[in-house]
């Protein structure tokens, strides 16, 4: 796999945030935080009728990015932040670029920014990874 | 509904050192079926679990709980809970019907204000994964932030 710094890494699309996946997610979760299943709770950050999705599933979709471009296997190290909340029914995108390469026990890691985008409230979640590339 | 009060920012850094019963997790097909699922992705090949499996397994599996985690920080409510990061190593992947054994502690625990006022209580949890061959094969790091309100 040729890979060099500054790469785009193929997009990865979700085109709805469904509350039936959270309401699922927060079962698997064990999370009872009613922000991810019932609309009235998050009421008070002015989000109207929306849940606000779970932090791992938001992050999943970077997760998903990377094993289609590098391999299900690929993922070494992830490191996400949350600056804003991604919302049921949002459409979201998940982005990364390349940004070092390496060699480590004779394996290629490629350093990677990654984010969340949505077209109406730009980057919601960003981060890093280190990746293993296939040979 | 009133606040409750800002513990004491001493109660807080004794939280460092505090450590989890610990105890073992297995992902079953299932589940990880269904967590696949939710992320929108298709089953992983050979059974391996996907890594968004990374927060609720080695809390589950360090015999905790969100809302102990909440409870040991003093939250005010579980709104008020900010993620700061998820830091998650894995040196290899997790699979499916694999007992692994959890450890787990707080590591870091202190006050925070900041000059716009806002004042939290930063907590990081440390989440060890090993293989039934006691192999380390991941790691998580969980920040976060437990904001406080001042009456």
């Known amino acids: 796999m040729k890979v060099s710094i500054g790469d785009d890494i193929p997009e990865w699309d979700m085109p709805s945030v469904t509350r039936e996946r959270m309401r699922t997610m927060a079962a698997i979760l064990r999370d009872p935080n009613p922000v991810h299943w019932d609309p009235t709770s998050t009421e008070r950050w002015g989000f109207k009728d929306k849940t606000i999705n779970q932090g791992p599933l938001g992050l999943s979709y970077m997760v998903n990015m990377l094993h289609d471009w590098a391999g299900p296997t690929s993922i070494k190290r992830f490191i996400m932040t949350f600056p804003k909340a991604v919302l049921s029914e949002d459409h979201v995108i998940a982005r990364g670029k390349v940004t070092g390469l390496r060699e480590e026990d004779g394996t290629m890691i490629a350093e990677c920014d990654i984010w969340l985008h949505n077209d109406e409230r730009g980057t919601l979640l960003k981060g890093s990874a280190e990746v293993r590339l296939p040979a | ?151």
């Open chain 2, 1 to 151: 509904m009133p606040n409750k009060p800002i513990p004491p920012r001493a109660e807080i850094q004794a939280l460092v050192g505090h450590e989890f019963p610990g105890g073992k997790y297995t992902v079953q097909h299932w589940e990880n079926f269904l967590l696949t699922e939710c992320t929108g992705a298709d089953p992983l090949p050979d059974g391996q679990v996907h890594p968004a499996a990374m927060f609720h397994v080695p809390i589950l599996g360090a015999n905790t709980t969100i809302g102990e985690m909440f409870a040991l920080g003093q939250a005010e409510s579980d709104a008020s809970i900010g993620i700061e990061s998820y830091d998650w190593e894995l040196f290899s992947p997790l699979f499916e019907e694999v007992a692994y054994d959890v450890t787990a502690s707080i590591t870091e625990a202190d006050r925070c204000e900041e000059e716009s006022g806002r004042v939290y209580d930063r907590i990081q949890f440390v989440f060890n994964l090993a293989d039934p061959d006691g192999k380390l094969v991941a790691r998580s790091t969980v920040t976060w932030h437990y904001n406080r309100s001042r009456n």
